[in-house]
């Protein structure tokens, strides 16, 4: 770990990209760790809220920006739900990428105001997510570089610097259990990559980490297949959720996604829409103020903490400034 290097880069070592690269930084993640006691139990709650875009996805947008800018490619388009468009169309604006973002038509105001305020062009798109993700691939056959958070795989390294900045916060320890809402599932991907090299690192053979997942029950494709396997994904929903960004019908690596929950011994649990802001709204009380997709993970703790083993960890993914 190169501690001069500014904001995630200081584990660059793990980016793939050439070593004399000029980063690409907003001084991204070393996002606190904080303590709460909730559930008779005390929580740490990693604040990924604080990134500076508002969100998590920041760690992997500084990577594909970066990888984008190492060749040379100067536009590109990207798909969302909000916090990733975003999130890329702040990268991109550091990096002098012209970006379009294509969002669906139910993204929240301020995630809008968002993309436009870093000069990205917005594309509203009508009906449900499969619908954004068919207008921007229809974008990007035509030879627009698709920067795609779902496909691309740069994004994984960046997110599995959250795990190895948890494992810092807790004295060079793993945790017992963390907790996070899953849509494609690349943070919780990402964090299960980033905890497994630092068992190998650290010789750790007798690691417990559980991994649980969080979806809501208006679409919870992964908790469907992990729960019933293929029979259950013919029955998701993709109905409309205040916690719009696990919102994702058809996760592209899900199967990966799922191998890592239970390679963990961990579970997929969900949410059910009545009890999203009532989770906002205690976390607030705590001085969390999150949106509704990071305030899901309050009910999951409800329903897991008596299985979990310490420390828990709970991922707080995006700020309650975007919800609006």
């Given at each position: ?11 660059r ?41 508002g ?104 997110y599995?610097?959250?795990a190895?900045?948890i ?15 899953a ?12 905890f ?76 059910d ?12 009380r705590l ?16 329903q ?16 309650g400034?975007?919800?609006?």
């Open positions: 770990m190169d501690r001069s290097q500014p904001g995630i880069w200081r584990y070592h793990t980016f793939g990209l050439p070593l004399d690269f000029e980063p690409v930084s907003l001084l991204e993640g070393s996002t606190p760790l904080l303590w709460a006691e909730v559930f008779g139990r005390k929580i740490a709650f990693k604040c990924e809220f604080l990134n500076p875009s969100s998590f996805k920041d760690r992997g947008s500084v990577v594909i920006a970066a990888w984008l800018q190492s060749r040379d490619i100067s536009e590109a388009v990207e798909d969302s739900s909000g916090n990733a468009g975003a999130s890329f169309a702040a990268y991109a604006a550091r990096a002098g990428i012209n970006v379009r973002v294509f969002v669906p038509e139910s993204t929240s105001g301020p995630k809008r105001n968002q993309i436009e305020a870093y000069g990205a062009e917005l594309v509203s798109i009508p009906g449900a997510r499969t619908a954004v993700a068919e207008a921007v691939r229809a974008v990007a056959d035509e030879g627009t570089a698709y920067a795609s958070h779902a496909y691309l795989p740069f994004n994984l390294p960046g599995a610097t959250a190895y900045e494992f810092e916060q807790l004295g060079n320890k793993m945790p017992g259990a963390v907790v996070l809402p849509g494609q599932g690349g943070l919780l991907l990402g964090l299960a990559r980033g497994e090299a630092l068992r190998i690192a650290y010789h750790l053979s007798n690691n417990t980490l559980k991994i649980i997942g969080v979806q809501a029950r208006a679409c919870a494709p992964l908790w469907a297949m992990y729960n019933t396997g293929n029979v259950g994904i013919g029955l998701v929903a993709g109905d409309c959720t205040l916690a719009e960004g696990v919102r994702v019908r058809y996760p592209l690596r899900m199967n990966t996604v799922l191998r890592a929950v239970a390679a963990s011994h961990g579970s997929m649990c969900v949410v829409e009545n009890e999203i802001l009532p989770g906002r709204d205690v976390l607030a001085g969390f103020y999150v949106e509704p997709t990071s305030a899901i993970v309050w009910s999951a703790l409800a897991t903490i008596k299985d979990l083993p310490n420390p828990v960890v709970a991922v707080l993914t995006g700020s400034y975007k919800y609006g």
